[in-house]
């Protein structure tokens, strides 16, 4: 299927199924998923990131780590899109979803973005915006109309874990959560549009230990529908919820990818000495 | 056994000698700053009290201002038309301010390459320091032939709306040109508090709009027009502030009238500091008196609109 | 790293060169279209133009628009309207920028900064007499304001970062008060106290009503300037034994002194271009006078001001380019402004 058509197949399908077994039933060779070809990316003259090639396998956690400035979050960045509103940045490579180069000619960002969801770091609900209006604002925002809204809150609330705190009072201003609270709204929010993979880049890293504990939870449960792909600092958190680990590093050089494979061989028995390293905490 | 609690011990701050001597000064310093200002304060308000006491309320909504150089024939002063003159003349200004403002900050914040972003923000820093004479004499001779053709095309397409409708066929010199001008004047204080107001928005909620595949518009609507919303209410009570009390760039345009007008496109208006400028010159020493009145009718307004732009404005800014 | 060769970057995102020249061709095309408009239609002048070329890009947008989504067709209208409303936001700025320098050029020459007005009338020849009497009597009244009012006006910021002394609230709800007086009402009150009670306007009259403008001006951002200081650098001059005096005098105001300066060309250029108060308490002339407590003095404001009101052809063109000399001084002061306050930054 072109990418470029994507944004076309959602207008004509007119909604988007509350009910979450729609996804199951779609053909298994759209969740080809993601793939990243020999990826650079570059800041002005800074090369901020080299010849990353990664393949991230359908309906896994994916979890991204490395020390500072090892480019892991320019590389997230890279997957939807994102990097391009920096004004000096650039790029070269191939980033394939189903297949399809999402930097090809003629493609629609915005529609990649919409497949391609991201969480970011802090949370940040639309300040203006009520528990409800957050979840759906990704469909205002994106022109999709939709026959139930009601459902849709509730399933997206559900699957982000945030649904029985919120449900009585979804009229509330999504600011008057706590912090926890909040992600997971950003959660649900970045879900009502139907992602294929969502993208998170530290999530938890400006929450306390239990809304950490909440947020790893619900990633887990997320993982048996779409792809995610999280950047984080702590490599506990890698090994508590991601299935492959990617390793990154940067020799004062761009960042590039040290090594990448099932995150119990990554912890226990990696393949380079510096992923040993690093996982056992002797430097970053 | 029980411990006894602890003494808290005061601390002072002793100055020594030379720093003692230093403070004196510097508050010296402030304290005449403070007296020179609140003195012209006082003295506004003394004589406007005075004003008052002797016309009441007459003075704001009388209509006639003549002072009488025959004994016996009491003064009259109303400086109603005036006041109405300015107000419809700052609304004017303002309702084409605030839309281009609005514009002018999200082109420059949003849409423009970065080298043409630098370009217009120091334009805009420019512009406003052009002086009102500027912008006076500019109106008078340039803009006045377009903003006559607009102020026509307005009264004949839309004469039967009362303040459109015109008796003469004279559209030069009217409150809606004075307004034009005046808007030009204030755009770029209003667009550069606007601009400034949307660059604090967090980066990430732009950014969050565009991962939900939003456009730049939907991020805007979502995101960045909530955010500054106060802060363009600020500027643009700031602009007003200006306007109310902008003198030359009025007094070139605009015709005075001593008239209540609601007409905006006839060729005849009232602005409170222009009459202050016209008057001046032959007045007796009672009619000087209630120039300072009015002045101080004037001062009392733009000091009210100031303090609520500038209350706005340091709310939304701080953080 | 393992000899691979590194690729070009590029930058897939934006627009390719054949489709800038094409939506540059497209936006010529509909430009020499307006003017066409122009030519055989009743839309008239540049704002016609202007008009007629927003109405011919609103309906190429329309005509383009059908193979977008609704949401990006929405979306390329409304930055069709942002953009046209920023222009018309900028354009009287251009204009007054592009009439200013045309309109007054002509009259710029050797004798309009060399003499004054003594035995010229203004419809004269444009090339005698000039603007002399009034570029001198604005500086001495600007330099006259700044004596007074900088000191006092600097001093108002030190007490406000440095001594944060019992009336710190009072001062900045003055400053920030009386920022808001129209500068007439200014006049009026130097009027009402000095002028009509000394002998008439005159030069130091002018200076008091402009170094009332300049005070609030220059008090509230010599406080903003202050502010910039790190506290940090106050602490380490305790932590070195000093006194806050010495402090204040050797590490503080050092660190800010280019800001300071530019604090001062400011506030001289806030008040070089005002004129409603110096018709009141200045007045006018057409000779060159230096005499700052006796009789009236001319300034470039006024000058321009009054020649405005005569309305004859050579007196606007002399009003043209005295506007062209106050915009120069008002640039130039702003500009050394900036080249001045950037240092304090790097």
Same mark, same amino acid.
């Given at each position: 299927?072109?990418?470029?058509?994507v944004s076309?197949?959602?207008?004509s399908?007119?909604?988007?199924?509350?009910?979450?077994?729609?996804?199951?039933?779609?053909p298994?060779q759209?969740?080809?998923g993601?793939?990243?070809?020999?990826?650079?990316?570059?800041?002005? #003259?800074?090369?901020?990131?080299?010849?990353?090639?990664?393949?991230?396998?359908?309906?896994?956690?994916t979890?991204? =780590?490395?020390?500072?400035?090892?480019?892991?979050?320019?590389?997230?960045r890279?997957?939807n899109?994102?990097?391009?509103f920096i004004?000096?940045?650039?790029?070269?490579g191939?980033v394939?979803?189903?297949?399809?180069? =999402?930097?090809?000619?003629?493609?629609?960002?915005?529609?990649i973005?919409?497949?391609?969801?991201?969480?970011?770091?802090?949370?940040n609900?639309?300040?203006a915006?009520?528990?409800?209006? #957050?979840v759906?604002?990704?469909?205002?925002?994106?022109?999709?109309?939709?026959?139930?809204?009601?459902?849709? *809150?509730?399933?997206?609330l559900s699957?982000?874990?945030l649904w029985?705190?919120v449900?009585?009072?979804?009229?509330?201003?999504?600011?008057?959560?706590?912090?926890g609270?909040?992600?997971?709204?950003?959660?649900a929010?970045?879900?009502?549009?139907?992602?294929e993979?969502?993208?998170?880049?530290?999530?938890?890293?400006?929450l306390?230990?239990?809304?950490?504990?909440?947020?790893?939870?619900t990633?887990?449960e997320?993982a048996?529908k779409?792809t995610?792909?999280i *950047?984080?600092?702590n490599m506990?958190?890698?090994?508590?919820?991601?299935?492959?680990?990617?390793?990154?590093?940067?020799?004062?050089?761009?960042?590039?990818?040290?090594?990448?494979?099932?995150?119990?061989?990554m912890?226990? #028995?990696? #393949?380079d000495?510096r992923?040993a390293?690093y996982?056992?905490?002797?430097?970053? | 056994?029980?411990i006894?609690?602890?003494?808290?011990?005061e601390?002072?701050?002793?100055?020594?000698?030379?720093?003692?001597v230093?403070?004196?000064?510097?508050?010296?310093?402030?304290?005449?700053?403070? @007296?020179?200002?609140?003195l012209?304060?006082a003295?506004?308000?003394?004589?406007?009290?005075?004003v008052?006491?002797q016309?009441?309320?007459?003075? @704001?909504?009388?209509?006639?201002?003549?002072?009488?150089?025959?004994?016996?024939i009491?003064?009259?002063?109303?400086?109603?038309?005036?006041?109405?003159?300015?107000?419809?003349?700052s609304? @004017?200004?303002?309702?084409? !301010?605030?839309?281009?403002s609005?514009?002018?900050?999200l082109?420059i914040?949003?849409?423009?390459?970065?080298?043409v972003?630098?370009i217009l923000?120091?334009?805009?820093?420019?512009?406003?320091?052009?002086?009102?004479? @500027?912008?006076?004499l500019w109106g008078?001779?340039v803009?006045?032939?377009i903003?006559?053709r607009?102020?026509?095309?307005?009264?004949?397409?839309?004469?039967?709306?009362?303040?459109?409708?015109?008796?003469?066929?004279?559209?030069?010199r009217?409150?809606?040109?004075?307004?034009c001008?005046?808007?030009?004047?204030?755009?770029?204080?209003?667009?550069?508090?606007?601009?400034?107001?949307?660059?604090? !928005?967090?980066r990430?909620?732009?950014?969050?709009?565009y991962?939900?595949?939003g456009?730049k518009?939907?991020?805007?609507? !979502?995101?960045v027009?909530?955010f500054?919303?106060?802060?363009?209410v600020?500027?643009?009570?700031?602009?007003?502030?200006?306007?109310?009390?902008e003198?030359?760039?009025?007094?070139?345009?605009?015709?005075l009238?001593f008239?209540?007008?609601?007409?905006i496109?006839?060729?005849?208006?009232?602005?409170?500091?222009?009459?202050?400028?016209?008057?001046?010159?032959e007045?007796?020493?009672?009619?000087?008196?209630?120039?300072i009145?009015a002045?101080?009718?004037l001062?009392?307004?733009?000091?009210?609109?100031?303090?609520?732009?500038s209350?706005?404005?340091?709310?939304?800014t701080?953080? | 790293?393992?000899?691979?060769?590194?690729?070009?970057p590029?930058?897939?995102?934006?627009?390719?060169?054949?489709?800038?020249?094409?939506?540059?061709?497209?936006?010529t095309?509909m430009a020499?279209?307006?003017? $066409?408009?122009?030519?055989?239609?009743?839309f008239?002048?540049?704002d016609?133009?202007?008009?007629?070329?927003?109405?011919?890009?609103?309906i190429?947008?329309? $005509?383009?628009?059908?193979?977008?989504?609704q949401?990006?067709?929405?979306?390329?209208?409304?930055q069709?309207l942002?953009?046209s409303?920023?222009?018309?936001?900028?354009?009287p700025?251009?204009?007054?920028?592009?009439?200013?320098?045309?309109?007054g050029?002509?009259g710029?020459?050797i004798?309009?900064?060399?003499?004054?007005?003594r035995?010229? &009338?203004?419809?004269?020849?444009?090339?005698?007499?000039?603007?002399?009497?009034?570029?001198?009597?604005s500086?001495?009244?600007?330099?006259?304001?700044?004596?007074?009012?900088?000191?006092?006006?600097?001093?108002?910021g030190?007490?406000l970062?440095?001594?944060?002394?019992?009336?710190?609230?009072?001062?900045?709800?003055?400053?920030?008060?009386?920022?808001?007086?129209p500068s007439?009402?200014?006049?009026?009150?130097?009027?009402?106290t000095?002028?009509?009670?000394?002998?008439?306007?005159?030069?130091?009259?002018?200076a008091?009503?402009l170094?009332i403008?300049?005070?609030?001006? &220059?008090?509230?951002?010599?406080?903003e &300037?202050l502010k910039?200081?790190?506290d940090?650098?106050?602490?380490?001059g305790?932590?070195?034994?000093?006194r806050?005096?010495r402090t204040?005098l050797?590490?503080?105001?050092?660190t800010?002194?280019?800001?300071?300066?530019?604090?001062?060309?400011?506030?001289?250029?806030?008040?070089?271009?005002?004129?409603?108060?110096?018709l009141?308490?200045?007045?006018?002339?057409?000779?060159?006078?230096?005499?700052?407590?006796?009789?009236?003095?001319?300034?470039l404001?006024i000058?321009?001001?009054g020649l405005?009101?005569i309305?004859?052809?050579?007196?606007?063109n002399?009003?043209?380019?005295?506007?062209?000399?106050?915009?120069?001084f008002?640039?130039?002061?702003?500009?050394?402004?900036r080249?001045?306050?950037?240092?304090?930054?790097?």
């Open positions: 299927m072109k990418a470029s058509t076309q197949r959602i207008e399908e007119g909604k988007i199924m509350s009910n979450t077994s729609a996804v199951l039933e779609m298994e759209s969740f080809a993601l793939e990243t070809r020999g990826v650079h990316a570059w800041f002005g #003259n800074h090369h901020a990131l080299s010849d990353v090639s990664l393949q991230f396998p359908a309906r896994t956690v979890g991204l =780590i490395g020390p500072s400035g090892c480019g892991k979050s320019t590389f997230l890279l997957l899109r994102m990097h391009e004004p000096s940045a650039a790029m070269a191939e394939l979803l189903h297949g399809q180069d =999402i930097y090809g000619e003629g493609v629609d960002a915005a529609a973005r919409l497949k391609v969801g991201m969480v970011f770091q802090k949370p609900p639309f300040p915006m009520t528990i409800r209006e #957050n759906v604002s990704g469909l205002k925002l994106a022109h999709i109309k939709i026959d139930n809204e009601d459902d849709l *809150v509730e399933n997206c699957r982000a874990g029985k705190e449900k009585d009072r979804l009229n509330a201003s999504g600011g008057s959560l706590s912090g609270q909040q992600q997971r709204l950003c959660i929010r970045s879900l009502a549009v139907e992602p993979v969502l993208l998170m880049d530290e999530p938890c890293s400006a306390d230990p239990g809304s950490t504990l909440r947020i790893e939870e990633i887990k997320l048996e779409i995610v792909v *950047v984080t600092h506990q958190q890698a090994s508590r919820v991601s299935d492959y680990c990617a390793f990154f590093l940067s020799d004062g050089g761009p960042g590039a990818l040290v090594e990448a494979d099932q995150t119990r061989k912890f226990t #028995n990696p #393949n000495s992923t390293d996982v056992q905490g002797k430097f970053g | 056994m029980t006894a609690p602890p003494i808290k011990r601390m002072h701050v002793v100055h020594s000698r030379g720093d003692k230093f403070r004196g000064i510097v508050t010296a310093g402030a304290m005449t700053s403070l @007296i020179i200002l609140g012209i304060g003295f506004l308000f003394g004589r406007g009290a005075q008052f006491s016309y009441g309320l007459k003075f @704001i909504t009388g209509t006639n201002w003549s002072a009488s150089t025959e004994p016996g009491a003064n009259e002063f109303g400086m109603g038309p005036m006041l109405v003159g300015t107000i419809i003349v609304i @004017i200004a303002l309702t084409f !301010t605030v839309p281009m609005i514009a002018g900050a082109f914040e949003f849409y423009a390459q970065p080298r972003k630098k923000t120091a334009l805009l820093d420019l512009a406003a320091a052009i002086p009102s004479l @500027i912008f006076g008078i001779q803009f006045t032939n903003g006559q607009w102020a026509s095309l307005l009264g004949n397409r839309l004469g039967f709306i009362p303040i459109f409708n015109t008796i003469s066929d004279n559209y030069g009217s409150p809606f040109v004075a307004g001008v005046l808007a030009s004047l204030i755009v770029p204080i209003t667009t550069s508090v606007a601009r400034e107001v949307y660059s604090r !928005t967090p990430e909620l732009i950014d969050t709009c991962a939900l595949g456009t518009w939907g991020a805007i609507k !979502t995101v027009l909530p500054g919303k106060s802060g363009v600020g500027g643009a009570m700031l602009g007003l502030g200006r306007a109310l009390g003198t030359v760039a009025v007094y070139l345009v605009l015709n009238n008239r209540y007008t609601f007409k496109l006839e060729s005849e208006g009232g602005n409170v500091a222009s009459l202050i400028a016209t008057r001046f010159g007045a007796s020493t009672e009619e000087l008196t209630a120039l009145a002045g101080f009718v001062f009392l307004m733009t000091l009210g609109v100031n303090m609520i732009a209350a706005i404005v340091t709310r939304t701080r953080t | 790293m393992s000899g691979i060769s590194i690729p070009q590029t930058r897939p995102w934006q627009r390719k060169r054949r489709e800038q020249i094409r939506s540059g061709a497209t936006f095309a020499i279209l307006a003017f $066409i408009v122009v030519l055989f239609t009743g008239a002048g540049f016609g133009w202007a008009i007629s070329l927003f109405i011919i890009s609103a190429v947008l329309l $005509i383009k628009g059908r193979k977008l989504s949401k990006e067709r929405k979306n390329a209208f409304i069709l942002i953009a409303a920023a222009t018309l936001a900028f354009l700025w251009l204009s007054i920028f592009a009439s200013v320098a045309m309109k050029i002509a710029l020459r004798n309009f900064i060399t003499s004054d007005m035995t010229t &009338v203004p419809d004269d020849e444009m090339n005698m007499g000039g603007a002399l009497h009034a570029i001198v009597g500086f001495m009244m600007v330099i006259i304001a700044s004596i007074i009012t900088l000191p006092l006006g600097i001093l108002s030190v007490y970062t440095e001594i944060k002394g019992r009336f710190t609230f009072l001062v900045r709800f003055v400053v920030q008060s009386m920022s808001g007086v007439i009402v200014a006049g009026l009150f130097v009027f009402t000095y002028v009509s009670a000394t002998h008439g306007p005159t030069a130091f009259g002018g008091l009503a170094g403008l300049m005070l609030p001006t &220059v008090a509230r951002t010599s406080e &300037v910039l200081v790190p940090e650098l106050r602490s380490a305790y932590a070195l034994g000093a806050q005096w204040t050797m590490v503080v105001l050092p800010v002194r280019s800001g300071l300066t530019t604090v001062a060309v400011l506030g001289v250029a806030r008040v070089i271009g005002e004129t409603a108060p110096l009141l308490t200045a007045g006018s002339s057409t000779a060159l006078r230096f005499n700052p407590i006796h009789g009236q003095i001319a300034s404001p000058y321009v001001f405005l009101q309305g004859t052809e050579y007196a606007v002399r009003a043209w380019t005295g506007a062209l000399v106050l915009m120069i008002v640039f130039g002061l702003f500009i050394t402004a080249k001045v306050g950037g240092k304090d930054k790097r």
